[in-house]
C-alpha cells in the first residue's frame, strides 16, 4: 500500500514538474517573440529613417546642381531664369535641411548636417555676391571661378559624406 501511495506521490511531483517546466517554456517563448519584435520595430525605424535622410541629401545634391545652373544661366545673360532657378533651388535645399535636422540618427550626423548648412550658407553667400554683379559680369565670373566653384565642390562633398553615414548604418 505505501509503495502504491509513494508511486502515485512520485508520478504527481514528476506530472507538476513537467507542468512547470512546459509553462516557464512557453512564458519564455512568449517573452522572446516580444523582444524580436521590438527589435524588429526598431530596426525598421533606424532604416527608414536612415532612408529619409539620404532621400533627403539627393535632393540637396539636385538642388545645388540646379541652383549652380541657375547662377551660370544668369551669367551668360538669361538674369530672370538664373534668379528664379536660383530661389527655387535654395528653397528646397533649406527645406531639406531642416528635413533632415529634424531627422538625425547616427552618430556624427548632426556634425555632418552643420558643416553642410555652413558650406551651402558660404556658396549661397557666393552666389548672392555674384547676382549683386550684374553689371560686372567680369567681377561675376572672377567670384564664380575663385570662390563659387570651390565652396560648390565642397558642398557637394559633405552631402556624400551624409549619405554615407546613413547608407553605411543601413
Do not use: P
Not at 508520478?11 to 522572446?32: C, D, E, G, N, P
Not at 532612408?51 to 538642388?63: G, T
Not at 533632415?100 to 556658396?123: C, F, M, P
Not at 559680369?137 to 552631402?159: C, G, P, Q, S, V
Request: glycine residues 2%; neutral net charge.
Amino acid at each position: 500500500y505505501r509503495f502504491c501511495k509513494m508511486i502515485k506521490t512520485l508520478r504527481t511531483k514528476i506530472t507538476v514538474s513537467l507542468l512547470l517546466l512546459i509553462i516557464m517554456l512557453v512564458a519564455a517563448t512568449v517573452m522572446s517573440v516580444i523582444d524580436f519584435r521590438k527589435i524588429g520595430n526598431s530596426v525598421d525605424s533606424v532604416l527608414k529613417n536612415n532612408y529619409q535622410s539620404i532621400e533627403s541629401a539627393k535632393k540637396i545634391l539636385d538642388a545645388l546642381e540646379r541652383e549652380d545652373s541657375g547662377i551660370l544661366l544668369w551669367m551668360i545673360g538669361d538674369t530672370t531664369s538664373g534668379r528664379e532657378t536660383v530661389l527655387n533651388s535654395q528653397s528646397i535645399i533649406d527645406e531639406e535641411i531642416k528635413r533632415i535636422e529634424k531627422n538625425i540618427t547616427e552618430h556624427g550626423e548632426e556634425n555632418h548636417v552643420s558643416i553642410i548648412r555652413q558650406l551651402y550658407a558660404d556658396y549661397h553667400s557666393s552666389i548672392e555676391n555674384i547676382l549683386k554683379n550684374r553689371k560686372n559680369i567680369d567681377n561675376a565670373r572672377e567670384i564664380y571661378e575663385t570662390k563659387t566653384t570651390l565652396l560648390f565642390f565642397k558642398t557637394k562633398r559633405a552631402i556624400d559624406e551624409l549619405m554615407l553615414l546613413n547608407q553605411d548604418q543601413m
